[in-house]
């Protein structure tokens, strides 16, 4: 009888490896088929300078502002909720708001009229929240326009906004002729004895960003002549004594707002929502 030789070790090994080379379970090819099913993140605005913090846009919280108005659930007109204001507005806004709501001894505090409307009486149709702006030179501020018809008139207003931990948050809500909700209460915050420190004068030539303007007083208002422009743009003075603003054709609000009362530097707000440096030509 014919005997089987023993396998040598240097067969078995041979075998071991080839084995195992064999059995070797495939590659995931499904790559692409996985992405595809996780959930997107909304859409967000990245802040520079804020490590890997991204913000919502600045309009969603406009937009939810509008929509807890409008469901009466606003924080507005209320001394119960302080974390509702804080929600939406930057401190030294909510801090004026709260101060207002909780201190007043009239009927009415400060806001003597819907502050998302600017009007006592509202008749709201063509609503719309427009797209965030981030400011260009500081990506840490941002503008809103809302614009709307209240009784057929056409209305804009600009939320001026600040970059929070969470969210942004709103600083201030300016109007056309009516100022600002920020002016409307820092006004019923100084005592009614205070005198007016406004010193300047909103006159003379001014660099806007990268082009130039000069301003001339006309009666109560003020003309702004551009050295690309056609004819005067009107600036008219606000409830806010460093604002002026000049509506334009399109419902929007052009608008100057200096720093202090010499009127020497400011920022212009541009309806579309694009700010300016302002400083005077000496």
């Given amino acids: ?10 067969l ?4 071991v490896v080839g ?26 605005t990245p802040l520079s300078g804020v490590g890997k913090i991204d913000l919502p846009a600045p309009e969603t919280v406009v937009q939810a502002l509008y929509k807890a108005h409008d469901a009466q659930k606003s924080p507005f007109f209320q001394s ?19 101060k207002d709501a909780t ?15 600017d009007a006592q009486d509202v008749e709201i149709k063509d609503f719309k929240i427009g797209t965030g702006k981030i400011d260009e030179k500081d990506g840490k501020k941002a503008t809103v326009n809302v614009t709307f ?23 201030n809500i300016v109007y056309g002729q009516s100022g600002s909700l920020l002016k409307w209460l820092k006004e019923a915050d100084k005592p009614a004895d205070t005198p007016s420190n406004v010193t300047g004068e909103f006159e003379g030539k001014y660099n806007v960003g990268t082009t130039s303007c000069t301003v001339k007083k006309v009666g109560q208002n003020y003309a702004i002549r551009w050295p690309k422009g056609k004819g005067v743009e009107i600036f008219k003075p606000t409830l806010d004594a460093l604002a002026f603003n000049a509506d334009t054709k399109d419902g929007g609000v052009n608008s100057f707002s200096f720093d202090d009362e010499n009127y020497n530097t400011g920022t212009f707000y541009r309806a579309d929502g694009t700010t300016f440096p302002v400083s005077r030509v000496k």
């Fill in 80 to 98: 119960k909720d302080r974390a509702l204001i804080d929600k939406f507005f930057s401190k030294q806004l909510a801090d004026l708001i709260w």
């Fill in 19 to 44: 084995g195992c080379s064999l059995f070797k379970p495939a590659a995931n090819t499904n790559t692409a088929a996985n992405a595809s099913n996780i959930t997107p993140t909304p859409s967000s």
């Fill in 149 to 171: 018809t209240n009784f057929g008139e056409p209305k804009t207003l600009r939320f001026e906004m600040s970059a929070g931990t969470e969210s942004w948050k709103i600083d």
């Fill in 12 to 15: 078995l090994l041979i075998l």
């Fill in 103 to 117: 201190t007043h001894t009239s009927d009415v505090g400060a806001i003597d009229a819907d502050p998302l409307y």
């Fill in 1 to 10: 009888m014919r005997m089987t030789r023993p396998l040598t070790p240097l």
